[in-house]
T-cell receptor
Framework: GENVEQHPSTLSVQEGDSAVIKCTYS??????FPWYKQELGKGPQLIIDIRSNVGEKKDQRIAVTLNKTAKHFSLHITETQPEDSAVYFC??????????????FGQGTELSVKP | KAGVTQTPRYLIKTRGQQVTLSCSPI?????VSWYQQTPGQGLQFLFE???????NKGNFPGRFSGRQFSNSRSEMNVSTLELGDSALYLCASRTGTGGAEQYFGPGTRLTVT
């Protein structure tokens, strides 16, 4: 069935270090992979996404890579700051059309950035 | 543009009661998806509505239902509440016509006692 595995479940880094979160998906038909950041008491916020026809995408300190053959995708945060502390979720879908509304989420990674 | 709004933000109900939650999508978005978030099960897809029609459904019992109105606003209903229905219920909107990005609201925190 459809499944997304996310590791690690918790990650603690020093301010300025890099953080990497990895996900593996099972559904070969998945073609859209977003990442969300959720702060306490708030809904998930879309921070970056990648489509299956792209191998890497970068937005300032955040980058995402995708290996379709291995069904792996990863989030890389460089020069981490205390405000990056939150729970991060990866997800996969068969988007963008009829199946795109169904996101399958990983279990989440609680990132803590220590000043 | 205003973001996704959900009402109410907090609810306390008793077992056996029913509840209705509301979601207003981003202006111009025609698709609304609902998710349940719990510590144990994480984020799970409930259903998606597009142009007043259910387009996709997750693995939840029939007690969970939804609908969408002509202005794209959506409601979800849970009947015969159980303790295990206590969760954060999130809705997300997207254009539904080719845009894959989903934007989430703040959620409704439902507590069943």
């Amino acid at each position: 069935g459809e499944n997304v595995e996310q590791h690690p479940s918790t990650l603690s880094v020093q301010e300025g270090d890099s953080a990497v979160i990895k996900c593996t998906y099972s559904d070969s038909a998945s073609n859209y992979f977003p990442w969300y950041k959720q702060e306490l008491g708030k809904g998930p916020q879309l921070i970056i996404d990648i489509r299956s026809n792209v191998g890497e995408k970068k937005d300032q300190r955040i980058a995402v890579t995708l290996n379709k053959t291995a069904k792996h995708f990863s989030l890389h945060i460089t020069e981490t700051q205390p405000e990056d502390s939150a729970v991060y979720f990866c997800a996969a879908s068969r988007g963008p059309y009829n199946q795109g509304g169904k996101l399958i989420f990983g279990q989440g990674t609680e990132l803590s950035v220590k000043p | 543009k205003a973001g996704v709004t959900q009402t109410p933000r907090y609810l306390i109900k008793t077992r056996g009661q029913q509840v209705t939650l509301s979601c207003s999508p981003i202006s111009g978005h025609r698709s609304v998806s609902w998710y349940q978030q719990t510590p144990g099960q994480g984020l799970q897809f409930l259903f998606e509505y597009f142009s007043e029609t259910q387009r996709n459904k997750g693995n939840f019992p029939g007690r969970f239902s939804g609908r969408q109105f002509s202005n794209s606003r959506s409601e979800m209903n849970v009947s015969t509440l159980e303790l295990g229905d206590s969760a954060l219920y999130l809705c997300a909107s997207r254009t539904g016509t080719g845009g894959a990005e989903q934007y989430f609201g703040p959620g409704t925190r439902l507590t069943v006692t």
